[in-house]
């Protein structure tokens, strides 16, 4: 699953990168590895975002893997702005897109025999997961040199959210194929550090 988004943002990329190299934006990529602490036990993160650049303006998309709380793929757009004429500046950052959950263990209903799954009403209901929202915004600073590759490092407030939704039995008399629908929905505010390396 991860390959074939990854291979989407690639290929997404390529002919807008091609349009923007003529008018003289320059294509490069930042892969980045973080560390969140937030409400729950810290975890970490690590992406790859594809950018264009020019004068002191970069935008792009990119796609990672998020294992703070709930593992995720989030898919987003990113704009940069950096300041001063130095190789050595700082920079700020947006970001925002689509959260992509993946199946955790507890998403399957038990095994009780090998490749025959338990399904009964005294199992646990199944969970389904749907995307969520993802966000963030931050500052840091770039060690670059005469090309503008070289270390960032960066602290970000960043966002992220998860729906799960799982159906019972209605305790009903008259239609007993109604479902009652249990819907939960996890919002998870992080501060990130990050580092990375500029292409």
């Known amino acids: ?24 934006w320059k294509p490069g990529a930042l892969p980045e590895v973080g ?3 937030g409400s729950y036990e810290p975890s970490g993160d690590a992406r790859a975002t594809f950018l264009l650049s020019k004068n002191s303006w970069s935008m792009g998309m990119g796609a990672g893997i998020d294992w703070y709380r709930f593992k995720s793929v989030p898919v987003y757009v990113q704009g940069r702005k950096t300041f001063g004429q130095k190789k050595n ?20 209903a038990p095994i009780f025999w090998p490749g025959i799954r338990l399904i009964d009403s005294w199992a646990p209901p199944v969970k389904t997961a749907e995307p ?7 500052a840091g600073y770039g060690f670059f040199n005469k ?6 490092l960066s602290l970000n407030w960043v966002y992220k959210s998860r729906t799960e939704w799982y159906e019972t039995d209605a ?21 990130a550090f990050r580092l990375g390396w500029k292409f």
């Open 1 to 24: 699953m991860y390959r074939h988004i990854l291979l989407l943002i690639i290929c997404m990329n390529l002919l807008p990168l091609y349009i923007f190299a003529q008018a003289k």
């Open 35 to 37: 560390i969140m602490a």
């Open 89 to 108: 500046k700082p920079f700020v950052l947006a970001s925002g897109g689509v959260n992509l959950p993946t199946k955790e263990p507890a998403q399957e």
């Open 132 to 138: 969520g929202w993802y966000a963030e915004a931050g």
């Open 147 to 152: 090309k503008q590759r070289g270390l960032t």
């Open 171 to 191: 305790p009903s008399i008259a239609n007993s194929n109604s479902k009652d629908r249990t819907t939960t929905t996890y919002m998870m505010n992080r501060l």
